[in-house]
């Protein structure tokens, strides 16, 4: 039989038994998240990327700029990493917003990755195309021109990776217009 405090304090989770101004002595354990939403953190915040303490948008989109440099990619795989970054992301993006609450959290920047990555997709790798591709998917991810606001009403994991993959959208044709019209980048 438990002694009387210790029954109490046992109890105190789930049948709280003293006054209201009685101070409480007991402590929720620390609970670790499982293993299958730690992994989601760390593919949502691309590895911690997201908790740049200064701008983790653009912490995101610079570790998504250097792996399109390094990795030689070919056509068929670049489209195959933006489809698995997609769909992975997303998943990951939904598990990481419940678990660090509240709507699109900033250290989400799995998005980035993705949009990032849609911008210069049918364009050859080469730094002025990545590094056009970079600032202006930066400039429509912040400004989120039409229907991209809008979009983010959108919950979970969707809502999260959808203005990113329109802000994607806009850097593309625009990089499109200008290898067009000026035959650069």
Do not use: C, N
């Amino acid at each position: 039989m438990l002694g009387g405090e210790e029954a109490r304090l046992r109890r105190m989770p789930h049948t709280p038994q003293g006054a209201p101004d009685e101070p409480t002595t007991h402590m929720a354990p620390f609970h670790r998240p499982a293993p299958v939403h730690r992994v989601a953190l760390l593919i949502a915040t691309v590895f911690g990327a997201g908790y740049s303490p200064v701008a983790p948008g653009t912490a995101g989109s610079a570790v998504a700029l250097l792996l399109l440099w390094l990795i030689p990619f070919s056509r068929a795989g670049l489209l195959l990493f933006l489809v698995a970054v997609t769909i992975v992301g997303t998943w990951a993006a939904h598990v990481a917003e419940r678990r660090l609450g509240g709507k699109d959290p900033g250290a989400i920047v799995i998005d980035e990755v993705a949009g990032m990555t849609l911008s210069v997709v049918v364009f050859p790798l080469t730094p002025s195309v990545l590094l056009t591709g970079f600032v202006l998917f930066r400039v429509f991810d912040v400004v989120k021109p039409p229907p991209a606001r809008a979009s983010q009403r959108l919950t979970g994991g969707v809502g999260v990776m959808i203005d990113d993959l329109i802000a994607g959208l806009y850097a593309l044709a625009v990089l499109a217009a200008l290898r067009a019209t000026l035959g650069w980048p």
